[in-house]
């Protein structure tokens, strides 16, 4: 199985999770308070090397009605810049309502979305990631 990375990339945040060897489960990992672009990557390459990570597993905001609007091209954007800065592919996966999904499941375990928004941004990567490895099980 392939050892990925699932991000929800945020302009202040970037939520990340992992997944097990066996591309079974996504777990939470971080959420990086985003500094300069130099050093969100030091950080991620960090994860990548610790984790041997070979794909980059991105939430992609499009809109409602299914289409990439400019929020998702900023995405990718920003995911192609750090998947040639790690080296690594991307592959991207509707995120949409994501962090509402995350901010429920906080709220399920008494937790207050709106008090800790990194929190939501690590779930939401998880939830990303968690979809990835079930279409490809699927497949």
């Known amino acids: ?19 097990d060897r066996l591309g079974l489960l996504a ?8 500094q300069t672009f130099v050093r969100d990557v030091a950080q991620l390459q960090e994860l990548c090397q610790e984790r041997q990570v070979e794909i ?5 905001p499009y809109t409602m009605e299914g289409e990439i ?4 091209r900023q995405v990718q954007k ?7 800065s790690l080296s690594l592919p991307i592959d991207y996966v509707d995120e ?10 906080l709220r399920q375990n008494r937790r ?3 008090r800790d928004k990194a929190l939501v941004d690590q779930v939401a990567a998880t939830i990303i990631l968690q979809q990835w490895l079930d279409q490809r099980r699927s497949h």
């Open 78 to 84: 920003l995911a192609s810049r750090i998947g040639e």
């Open 69 to 72: 609007g400019s929020q998702a």
């Open 56 to 60: 980059l597993v991105v939430g992609l």
């Open 96 to 105: 949409r309502l994501t962090s509402y999904q995350a901010e429920e499941i």
């Open 112 to 114: 207050s979305p709106r």
């Open 27 to 34: 777990t939470g990992l971080t959420t990086l308070h985003r």
């Open 1 to 19: 199985m392939v050892s990925a990375l699932g991000l929800d990339l945020g302009r202040k945040r970037i939520g990340i999770a992992g997944c």
